[in-house]
């Protein structure tokens, strides 16, 4: 195989995992931000500040609603990474670009 198509294969799968981890990031914040909104809904019976930044909303209520979406929709991207890199390596029998340590 020559060096050129080993780059261009090297470079397809550098595609393809970014597509993929991308969409499995995305899926997983918008499920989290999802559960979070009914979540505060059942908690606090009202909705959740469309705008923390909104003079209207209380600083401890921008606040916790801040750090709790933060906090939440990280994690679920972190872990829908990670499982969509595991994914890819049963998938391919190796790492995804840029995931080796």
Not at 41 to 63: H, I
């Amino acid at each position: 195989m020559s060096k050129n198509a080993e780059t261009n294969g090297e470079q397809d799968s550098s595609k393809i995992w970014g597509a993929f981890s991308l969409v499995a990031a995305l899926l997983a914040a918008s499920v989290a931000r999802k559960g979070l909104t009914a979540t505060w809904k059942a908690a606090a019976g009202k909705e959740p500040p469309a705008n923390p930044a909104d003079p209207e909303v209380s600083l401890n209520e921008a606040l916790l609603w801040a750090g709790l979406s933060g906090l939440l929709v990280g994690i679920a991207r972190m872990l829908a990474t990670r499982r969509a890199a595991d994914y890819y390596a049963r998938s391919v029998g190796k790492l995804p670009p840029g995931s080796q340590s």
